[in-house]
């Protein structure tokens, strides 16, 4: 579905969750997982009925010490045939190295903020959208999926408000180098309600013939608010973390990404759709608490399924941790 308003009280009958935990949440962690431990828990998501899972990063390991061996990772997963297994390429090299290790689809990040941007990545905008141009077309001809991921699009912890044109100009340039599908990160957990609509709604208007995804954050409590905000103009591509681990490591104040579970479960409460399976996903949770050592932030895991008595999800518990 394209986005676009929907009358008051409807919703999109399914829904599309990119699981980003493996990723996005992991990266931002103290701990660095095994690679054994990275493959259990892919493999635990990979049970659920995900369609989309982020499987790593193909960044230097001297900046990102967490996702250097994220080739080995995408060689031992047991991967599924219904499932997009997703890589992020900074630069032309990383996108190089996301084909050769196998990854069904290739995520390239770009800010909307000049201060971000350089922060993040240590390019200007104008120099990222020409790199991204080049990996566009390297991941085209290899048949791979190009998704152009766009962070601080609600708003930049250095700058504050970032003007809608200048998210819909950029999205535009992503879209002529070949970008199949755009992400709008709310990178810091600054986006509410109307303002996800707003850019939501332009993105639509603007540039229909590409589908949308949002990626939510809850650094402000605001996450599933926001869910609910972008469902409500048409919007049925989200990304979540397991657990609700993760964050932005290039960015202060940025915790916060919305938990899968706690989401799967408000979806699944308002009768929205998305062939997951509840109860394996908040197994996968309560596994990665062990591994990481520490509580994750999701609420269902704490609070149980709504109408349902006692633990689930056990027997997946066992396998994570003990590696």
């Known amino acids: 579905m394209r986005t676009a308003q929907l009358p008051l009280g409807t919703l999109p009958a399914r829904v599309s969750i990119r699981e980003v935990g493996p990723r996005d949440g992991l990266q931002n962690e103290d701990v660095i997982l095994s690679t054994k431990q990275k493959i259990a828990l892919i493999d635990c998501l990979s049970d659920s009925g995900l369609e989309y899972i982020e499987v790593g990063s193909f960044v230097h390991p001297r900046v990102v010490p967490q996702m250097a061996d994220t080739a080995e990772v995408f060689a031992r997963i047991e991967r599924h045939p ?22 069904d689809a290739i995520q390239v990040f770009l800010s909307t903020s000049e201060s971000h941007n350089q922060s993040n990545v240590h390019m200007s905008i104008s120099e990222s959208l020409a790199q991204a141009s080049e990996i566009g077309r390297l991941v085209r001809s290899s048949g791979k999926l190009f ?27 992503l879209i002529e ?37 949002f990626h939510p954050h809850s650094a402000r409590g605001a996450g599933l608010a926001n869910v609910l905000a972008a469902l409500q103009v048409g919007v049925d591509r ?12 290039f960015a202060p104040g940025a915790p916060g990404n919305v938990c899968t579970e706690d989401m799967v479960h408000m979806l699944h409460e308002m009768g929205v759709a998305t062939g997951i399976s509840l109860p ?44």
């Open 82 to 103: 219904d499932i997009v297994y997703s890589a992020i390429a900074p630069n032309l090299k990383g996108a190089e190295r996301a084909i050769e290790a196998g990854a």
């Open 147 to 173: 998704d152009a991921v766009l962070s601080v699009v609600f708003g930049c912890p250095f700058e504050g408000h970032v003007p809608v044109d200048r998210v819909l100009d950029i999205a535009a340039q």
């Open 177 to 213: 180098s070949g970008a199949q599908q755009i992400t709008l990160g709310d990178t810091t957990g600054m986006a509410h309600p109307r303002l996800v609509q707003e850019v939501c709604v332009g993105f639509a208007e603007r540039l229909p013939q590409v589908p949308v995804r």
């Open 238 to 249: 989200f990304d979540a973390s397991v657990g609700g681990i993760g964050g932005c490591p």
């Open 280 to 323: 394996q996903v908040m197994s996968c949770a309560r596994g990665l608490e062990t591994l990481l050592g520490h509580e994750v932030p999701g609420q269902t895991i704490k609070a149980g399924i709504c109408g349902h008595l006692g633990p689930v999800g056990e027997p997946r518990i066992v396998e994570l941790e003990h590696l």
